[in-house]
């Protein structure tokens, strides 16, 4: 009986040992899982692009789904409390940041001395004031200072910084982590946005050449977020204002505050964007794809063409330029008119109707659009060529000509000697 008692004392035992393992097992794979899923829904959290700067003007961006940031008077340091109140990034240790590898990084005495005490204010963006700074190395540059109470703030300031440096988006090249601050040091675009140059009242006017070649930087820049990003990146804020020209006049997409991946997971985000550049199509649906990119890419071309602001009603002018029997000549930049190639205009206008198209999937992809401006600068060139080409011969056929008329002198002169 003993001996059973035993075994039976034995039997519970290893019951209740291999009991507990499976729970212990259970537990940890249920902490495992959840681990998993907070990590997973932190990847989606940040995977928002941020790039550059956006200026306040005409056509401020809205985002229902969040509060932008309240506009503050702009002076001196009233943006910069040295002693900065708590806010959700101060847990946030700067020690837990990592450095990105080749980014420099300055420190909030560069800034400061740089912005000269933070006066040189170019604009107020939705995460904060952007400031121009010369730096230690004599590098002119535009400083974007995150507001500490923006919800968007600190994973803007990682992505940011970790984010690739292309031809035709507005580069980081800097930042700064110091007295409870975040800011990001971008390249200085001299000639600032196109909304500017298209708009101003200024002697200085925009070729046409410049327009096209603009067209086409822009189209590139949108094609790298669609095609060249895994997952593709929406904008969702193109507009004139958000394009940057650096001092050869050479354009970049600017202001990725509101882009996002494009990524299908069912959910729907609140209304973003600028109104006179927002998809028809999306603010009906509350979807936003690529196709939505390309009909404010659209707009642009438009305005390109006409010089009129989308709200000024630039597309009431569009549409009653399409029922013309003139067509967008009608509406054409009067700073451009006579100067400008028109049939190039017209091919760009056509580009741009495509953009527009009220059903999304028959819009062209960016890369298409940027195909067609391509094939409409090339024929240009072709043309030129064969221009060339045959002001060359009749260059020659001139030159033989020449030469046969003063050999014909010289042969009617000889004869007249042998007759004399």
């Given at each position: 009986m003993v001996h059973k008692a035993d075994l039976i004392i034995i039997g519970i035992s290893v019951g209740l040992a291999v009991g507990l393992l499976i729970a212990s097992l259970v537990f940890l794979g249920i902490r495992w899982y959840k681990r998993r899923a907070d990590?997973?829904?932190?990847?989606?959290?940040?995977?928002?692009?941020?790039?550059?700067?956006?200026?306040?003007?005409?056509?401020?961006?809205?985002?229902?789904?969040?509060?932008?940031?309240?506009?503050?008077?702009?002076?001196?340091?009233?943006?910069?409390?040295?002693?900065?109140?708590?806010?959700?990034?101060?847990?946030?240790?700067?020690?837990?940041?990592?450095?990105?590898?080749?980014?420099?990084?300055y420190s909030y005495k560069d800034i400061q001395k740089g912005t000269q005490n933070f006066t040189t204010i170019l604009g107020e963006g939705s995460f904060g004031p952007v400031y121009k700074a010369t730096m230690p190395a004599g590098k002119v540059v535009a400083v974007k200072v995150l507001a500490s109470n923006s919800k968007q703030g600190e994973k803007e300031f990682q992505t940011e910084v970790n984010a690739d440096v292309l031809k035709n988006l507005v580069n980081l090249v800097g930042y700064c982590i110091d007295k409870g601050q975040r800011m990001l040091v971008y390249e200085y675009m001299s000639n600032g946005s196109l909304e500017n140059l298209l708009y101003n009242d200024e002697e200085q006017v925009l070729s046409w050449d410049d327009r096209l070649q603009i067209a086409l930087d822009i189209s590139h820049g949108i094609e790298y977020l669609h095609d060249g990003a895994v997952p593709p990146v929406i904008h969702r804020d193109l507009k004139s204002a958000n394009i940057l020209l650096d001092h050869s006049m050479r354009a970049k997409v600017a202001d990725f505050g509101l882009s996002k991946e494009e990524v299908f997971d069912g959910?729907?985000?609140?209304?973003?964007?600028?109104?006179?550049?927002?998809?028809?199509?999306?603010?009906?649906?509350?979807?936003?794809?690529?196709?939505?990119?390309?009909?404010s890419f659209g707009i642009i071309l438009f305005e390109l063409i006409t010089a009129i602001h989308p709200h000024q009603n630039l597309m009431e002018y569009v549409?009653?330029?399409?029922?013309?029997?003139?067509?967008?000549?009608?509406?054409?930049?009067?700073?451009?008119?006579?100067?400008?190639?028109?049939?190039?205009?017209?091919?760009?206008?056509?580009?741009?109707?495509?953009?527009?198209?009220?059903?999304?999937?028959?819009?062209?992809?960016?890369g298409e659009v940027s195909q067609a401006i391509i094939k409409t600068k090339q024929r240009r060139l072709v043309k030129d060529d064969t221009m060339s080409f045959v002001r060359e011969d009749i260059s020659r056929a001139v030159s033989r000509i020449e030469c046969q008329q003063l050999e014909l002198r010289r042969m009617a002169s000889i004869d007249e000697r042998q007759n004399k």
């Open positions: 990590l997973r829904r932190c990847a989606n959290d940040g995977s928002a692009a941020a790039l550059p700067i956006r200026t306040n003007g005409l056509d401020t961006s809205i985002d229902s789904s969040a509060s932008l940031s309240s506009s503050v008077a702009i002076k001196g340091l009233e943006h910069l409390p040295h002693k900065p109140q708590h806010s959700w990034w101060n847990n946030h240790s700067k020690d837990r940041f990592v450095s990105a590898p080749g980014i420099p990084r959910h729907n985000s609140g209304l973003k964007g600028t109104y006179g550049y927002i998809d028809p199509v999306y603010i009906s649906t509350n979807t936003f794809t690529t196709k939505s990119d390309v009909y549409n009653l330029a399409a029922m013309s029997p003139d067509g967008v000549d009608e509406i054409i930049d009067t700073k451009i008119v006579g100067t400008c190639n028109t049939e190039e205009v017209r091919n760009l206008a056509k580009v741009a109707h495509r953009c527009l198209h009220k059903t999304p999937r028959k819009r062209p992809s960016i």
